[in-house]
């Protein structure tokens, strides 16, 4: 079984600073992890995804999480924080080759970004 | 990379009636397909899974009685909200696993308003 934390429902940030969005996962298997943002009455868009080789995921708009095993997280980062990256965001987890299973997510944390 | 169709986008329907939702894989065929429901504010809870051929999977506390699922072919899985109320008013999104990139594909939802 899977499941994700993401700590801290809300997070605030400057224009220009940094974004770090927490997510710790919890899977019996090897887990694929994956980053997606939600914008007001819309759909899911995948940031980026981790399923096997570097452990460094570079996703779009200027995201980048790093899976780190032993700590069983996948932290979302960006450099420099952009008034267009208000939005929710949400951290989830598939097992590894089960391609019956589907993507747990975490309660999403709230990013506003001020000026 | 593969695209999930989902139809409508929103939907207003009176009390008591049915609707019903439809999503379809474009570009590849979904044996799995997985349905969400999302509340305002909140992450997305994973209702029920929808395998092609045979019955559906239902998470716990989900009535399938209320919440019909049917996946008679390879690119089509319906969701029918029977005898709608107004705590049914939600957002429904369809998801299905991409065979080519390992992950999942979404589609856009469907906003659903019971009056």
């Known amino acids: 079984a899977q499941s994700v934390t993401q700590l801290g429902s809300h997070v605030s940030v400057s224009e220009g600073a940094l974004v770090l969005l927490r997510c710790n996962y919890s899977?019996?298997?090897?887990?694929?992890l994956f980053w997606y943002v939600q914008y007001p009455n819309q759909g899911l868009q995948l940031l980026l995804k981790y399923t096997t080789g570097a452990t460094l995921v570079k996703g779009i708009n200027g995201f980048e999480a790093e899976f780190k095993k032993s700590e069983t997280s996948f932290h979302l980062t960006k450099p420099s924080a952009h008034m267009s990256d208000a939005a929710e965001y949400f951290c989830a987890v598939s097992g590894a080759n089960q391609a019956g299973t589907a993507l747990i997510f975490g309660k999403g944390t709230t990013l506003s970004v001020s000026s | 990379g593969a695209v999930v169709s989902q139809h409508p986008s929103w939907v207003i329907c009176k009390s008591g009636t049915s609707v019903k939702i439809e999503c379809r894989s474009l570009d590849f065929q979904a044996t799995t397909m997985f349905w969400y429901r999302q509340f305002p504010k909140q992450s997305l809870m994973l209702m029920a899974t929808s395998n092609e051929g045979s019955k559906a999977t239902y998470e716990q506390g989900v009535e399938k009685d209320k919440f019909l699922i049917n996946h008679a072919s390879l690119t089509l899985s319906t969701l029918t909200v029977t005898s709608a109320h107004p705590e049914d008013s939600s957002f429904y999104i369809c998801?299905?696993?991409?065979?080519?990139?390992?992950?999942?594909?979404f589609g856009s939802g469907t906003r659903l308003t019971v009056v």
């Open positions: 899977s019996s298997v090897p887990p694929y």
């Open positions: 998801s299905a696993r991409d065979p080519t990139q390992g992950g999942y594909t």
